[in-house]
C-alpha cells in the first residue's frame, strides 16, 4: 500500500456515509466547496435482518463522481459513521454489513455481555442493538462461521476506501469509537479483540491521511474519473468535524467541546494540557472516542436527530430552516411558563438517561410550539451529557442542528459561562475531512456566537430533572 501522500493541485471529493444520509462533496485545492450531492440512506432486509444497503449506496456514489469526471479530481477522502463493520472474502463483500439497529438475540447479546472487557479498558459502554462493533462480530460469528473465518474486516468507513480502491485498511477513530475492540489509552485492540482472533484478521493499520491506493480501473472507467485518482483511508464523521473545528482558532488547542450534531447528538471535549480525564459514567452513554492522532476523547451523546424526528414526523430540517426561527422562538415564553416539557429517553438504552420514561408533560398542540419544545428537549439532554464529561469553557456545535436557534440559543443560556458558538451546519464533517490533506487550511468564515434566550431556563431544567430523575 502506497502511503504517501503529495497536495493535490486539483479538486477533492469526500463521501460521507452516515447513517440516515450518504453526501458527496467536492472542494477546491483551497478549501472552497464547489459541489454537494445528498441521498437519504434506508435499511434493507436480507434472510430477516437490516442490513447497510451497501449496493445502492455504491452505485449512488459512482454516478455522483461519475458528474466530476471532467473537474480534475486527484484524491476521494471517505467518511463513514461509526457502528459498521464489514467482511470481505475475495476481494468482494461477503454479504451486507449489518445495520446496528438490527435487534439482537437476547441470548447472543447476553452471551457476549460476558466476554466484554470492563469499561476501565476499553471506554465503550455496553449499548444496545449493533452499536458496539463486537456485538456484531460475535453474531455474525454465529451466522456465518466459515465465511467469518476467512473473512477480512474494514471499519464502515474504510469499506468505501476498499470499494474505491482495493487497498483494505483499518483505522484508529473508527475502531477507536464505542467498538469495544480497542484499548484508547494503549492505542491497541482489546484482549477481547485478541482473544477471539478479530484483531489478526482487521485489515492492516494505516492513517485517516495515508492513501488506501488508486482508484480500481472498473470504477475509472465506471466514472470517468482518471486511474491516478489517489483514495485515502478515511475516518469516522465525528472525528471528521473534530478535525474542522480545529481549524477555528476559538478551539484550536484550546479547551473546548465539539458537539456534532446529525442523527446522533456526539460531544467530544479536548482538553487542555492543564486538564485531568474526568470519570465517566458508563451508563450514560459515555465513551471514549479516538481521535485522527490516537489520543483519547472524553465522550458524550444521544441520539438527538432520531429524537426530534421521532416527535415531529417529519423531516428534521424543518426545526432549522431559517424561515421557521423567528416563529418558533416566538413560542419559547409561552413554553417556559407553562413549563410544557418533552421528558426522555426517546430512544430507550442510549444517552444520559437511558432508562427514563419519556412522555410530555403540558404536551403543546401548536405545530411551532412542539417543534421548539423538541429543540428545549434536545439542548436539556446535551447539557446533562456535557456536565458528565467536564465540558466548561467553549462549546462549538456544528452540523445539521447547528441553525435551530431554539436549541442553540437554550445551551447558551442553560451554560452561561460556556462560550457557545456555531458553525457551517453542512459542510464540517467534509471540510475536516480534507484537512487531512492540508492541515493548514483554515474554514470559511468565522464562527458565530450565540445569544442565549431570554427566560427562566436555570428553573425550567430544574424542573426538568427533577421529574426525569422520578422517573428513571
Not at 438475540?105 to 479498558?121: G, H, I, N, S, W
Amino acid at each position: 500500500m502506497d502511503r504517501r501522500r503529495p497536495l493535490p493541485q486539483g479538486a477533492t471529493a469526500v463521501v460521507d456515509i452516515g447513517k440516515t444520509l450518504s453526501k458527496v462533496t467536492l472542494w477546491s485545492p483551497d478549501g472552497r466547496l464547489l459541489d454537494r450531492q445528498v441521498r437519504a440512506n434506508a435499511p434493507v432486509v436480507v434472510d430477516g435482518l437490516r442490513r447497510l444497503d451497501a449496493a445502492r449506496i455504491g452505485s449512488w456514489i459512482l454516478e455522483t463522481l461519475a458528474r466530476h469526471a471532467h473537474s480534475g479530481v486527484e484524491a476521494i477522502i471517505p467518511v463513514g459513521h461509526g457502528a459498521g463493520v464489514a467482511a470481505l472474502v475475495d476481494d468482494a463483500l461477503a454479504f451486507l454489513p449489518l445495520d446496528y439497529e438490527q435487534d439482537v438475540p437476547e441470548d447472543v447479546m447476553r452471551a457476549y455481555r460476558a466476554e466484554r472487557d470492563a469499561f476501565a479498558l476499553i471506554g465503550s459502554p455496553a449499548l444496545p442493538g449493533g452499536l458496539n462493533i463486537g456485538t456484531q462480530l460475535y453474531w455474525l460469528e454465529r451466522l456465518y462461521p466459515d465465511v467469518m473465518g476467512k473473512a477480512t474486516l474494514v471499519p464502515w468507513a474504510q469499506y468505501w476506501a476498499w470499494f474505491l480502491s482495493g487497498g483494505a485498511a483499518s483505522e484508529v477513530t473508527s475502531l477507536g469509537c464505542h467498538s469495544d475492540l480497542w484499548l484508547p489509552d494503549a492505542g491497541r485492540f482489546s484482549p477481547m479483540a485478541e482473544r477471539f482472533g478479530w484483531a489478526g484478521r482487521f485489515a492492516p493499520l494505516a492513517r485517516a491521511g495515508d492513501a488506501a491506493g488508486t482508484l480500481r480501473p472498473d470504477i475509472a472507467v465506471a466514472t470517468g474519473l482518471a486511474p491516478s485518482v489517489r483514495v485515502l483511508v478515511g475516518l469516522h464523521d465525528s472525528n471528521a468535524a473534530l478535525l474542522a473545528a480545529r481549524g477555528f482558532p476559538e478551539v484550536g488547542a484550546e479547551e473546548a467541546t465539539v458537539l456534532s450534531t446529525g442523527t446522533w447528538f456526539i460531544a467530544m471535549r479536548l482538553a487542555d494540557s492543564a486538564s485531568t480525564r474526568p470519570v465517566l459514567a458508563e451508563d450514560r452513554d459515555c465513551l471514549v472516542n479516538v481521535d485522527a492522532h490516537g489520543s483519547p476523547l472524553p465522550s458524550a451523546r444521544f441520539m438527538g436527530g432520531r429524537e426530534i424526528e421521532s416527535v415531529i414526523k417529519i423531516d428534521t430540517r424543518r426545526v432549522d430552516i431559517a424561515p421557521d426561527q423567528p416563529p418558533l422562538l416566538a413560542t419559547v415564553p409561552a413554553l417556559l411558563a407553562a413549563h410544557s416539557m418533552l421528558l426522555p429517553t426517546l430512544a430507550p438504552g442510549c444517552g444520559p438517561f437511558p432508562r427514563a420514561r419519556n412522555g410530555w408533560l403540558h404536551e403543546p398542540v401548536d405545530w411551532f410550539a412542539r417543534r421548539a419544545a423538541a429543540c428545549l428537549y434536545a439542548a436539556l439532554v446535551t447539557d446533562a451529557a456535557l456536565d458528565l464529561i467536564g465540558s466548561r469553557e467553549r462549546l462549538l456545535v456544528e452540523g445539521r442542528f447547528a441553525e435551530a436557534q431554539v436549541f442553540v440559543r437554550a445551551l447558551a443560556a442553560l451554560r452561561p459561562d460556556t462560550a457557545v458558538y456555531t458553525a457551517n451546519a453542512h459542510n464540517d464533517v467534509s471540510f475536516g475531512a480534507l484537512r487531512l490533506i492540508e492541515p493548514g487550511l483554515r474554514p470559511q468564515g468565522k464562527l458565530v456566537r450565540a445569544e442565549p434566550l431570554e427566560g427562566d431556563l436555570e428553573s425550567y431544567r430544574r424542573s426538568w430533572r427533577a421529574i426525569v430523575a422520578g422517573r428513571t
